[in-house]
T-cell receptor, first 113, second 116 residues
């Protein structure tokens, strides 16, 4: 499994754009990059997934450069409710093996008023 | 939006007692998981379950743990003889497909287990 590295914590203010970068130098050809969000005392929640270039949904954007050795989760105009832990995961897309999702330590985002 | 439901939300038990944590996965999902999170630490994988058998388990999932899908809707985690270090938040999750790069896992809100 590809190892991921992301900052332990980040601080921001309401209304700002937040970019969280994750390194995954050993990503394999079949691996996808997936981000989850976890609020205190709740289970993780899927945010976004991508393979290359850019993916955008109603919650976030995910930027993946051509070499795919890193990815950046972008949260536009954060609010206090975006305070959470954000996990970057790299996992194979395919039903073979059925390997379960493995979480790292994540990035703790604190949004201030 | 479909949810994974876990009961109870909080359970306190004495050391050495057996506990059963219950989960109702999303109805059309085929893969089921248990994770735990000790306070302040990361989410740790325990076990995955597919087609009525364990697909994968971690080192944490020793002989004290077992899982079962007793009927078409429930998925349970049993801890046979609880220890203080089993105190944690336990999350159940389900997915339609086993991997898909981690897409589409739905987690429940968790059961906070406190062993005293």
């Amino acid at each position: 499994l590809a190892k991921t590295t992301q900052p332990i914590s980040m601080d921001s203010y309401e209304g700002q754009e937040v970019n969280i970068t994750c390194s995954h130098n050993n990503i394999a050809t079949n691996d996808y990059i997936t981000w989850y969000q976890q609020f205190p005392s709740q289970g993780p929640r899927f945010i976004i997934q991508g393979y290359k270039t850019k993916v955008t949904n109603e919650v976030a954007s995910l930027f993946i450069p051509a070499d795919r050795k890193s990815s950046t989760l972008s949260l536009p105009r954060v609010s206090l409710s975006d305070t959470a832990v954000y996990y970057c995961l790299v996992a194979q897309r395919g039903d073979t093996g059925r390997r379960a999702l493995t979480f790292g330590s994540g990035t703790r985002l604190q949004v201030q008023p | 939006e479909p949810e994974v439901t876990q009961t109870p939300s909080h359970q306190v038990t004495q050391m050495g007692q057996e506990v059963i944590l219950r989960c109702v996965p999303i109805s059309n999902h085929l893969y089921f998981y248990w994770y735990r999170q000790i306070l302040g630490q990361k989410v740790e994988f325990l076990v995955s379950f597919y087609n009525n058998e364990i697909s994968e388990k971690s080192e944490i999932f020793d002989d004290q743990f077992s899982v079962e899908r007793p009927d078409g809707s429930n998925f349970t985690l049993k801890i046979r003889s609880t220890k203080l270090e089993d105190s944690a938040m336990y999350f159940c999750a389900s997915s339609e497909s086993g991997t898909r790069g981690g897409y589409g896992y739905t987690f429940g809100s968790g059961t906070r287990l406190t062993v005293v």
